[in-house]
Nanobody, 130 residues
Framework: QVQLVESGGGLVQAGGSLRLSCAAS????????MGWFRQAPGKEREFVAA????????YYADSVKGRFTISRDNGKNTVYLQMNSLKPEDTAVYYC???????????????????????WGQGTQVTVSS
């Protein structure tokens, strides 16, 4: 069982930056693939970014590529999402999620699929004003 708690959301002007954190409980954090998703009002939850168990592989949605950076610190059981050059369309509730590894290659189609993730945090609100 893994419990995830996000923090770091808030209100920021367009062009600004925020860093989200997701603290995980449990001793097996380093074995999980971790992802960030977001959900804007009236829209479906969508993939933002994901990172492999050792941080060596990352994937990003096209909409955030070059602006957002996902990273993890296994010693602190924490995954981060650094968000720069924020736009009003980035406004959403941001969720972190943990994927318990299964056999097979970890490719972007798998990393971006909501159903692959076993544990979810409660979300943190990010609001970008124009």
């Amino acid at each position: 069982q893994v419990q995830l708690v996000e923090s770091g959301g808030g209100l920021v002007q367009a062009g600004g930056s925020l860093r989200l954190s997701c603290a995980a409980s449990g001793r097996t954090f380093s074995s999980y693939y971790m992802g960030w998703f977001r959900q804007a009002p009236g829209k479906e939850r969508e993939f933002v970014a994901a990172v492999s168990w050792n941080g060596g592989t990352t994937y990003y949605a096209d909409s955030v590529k070059g602006r957002f950076t996902i990273s993890r610190d296994n010693g602190k059981n924490t995954v981060y999402l650094q968000m720069n050059s924020l736009k009003p369309e980035d406004t959403a509730v941001y969720y972190c999620a943990a994927d318990n590894p299964r056999p097979g290659l970890w490719v972007v189609s798998r990393a971006a699929a909501l159903y692959e993730y076993d544990y979810w945090g409660q979300g943190t609100q990010v609001t970008v004003s124009s």
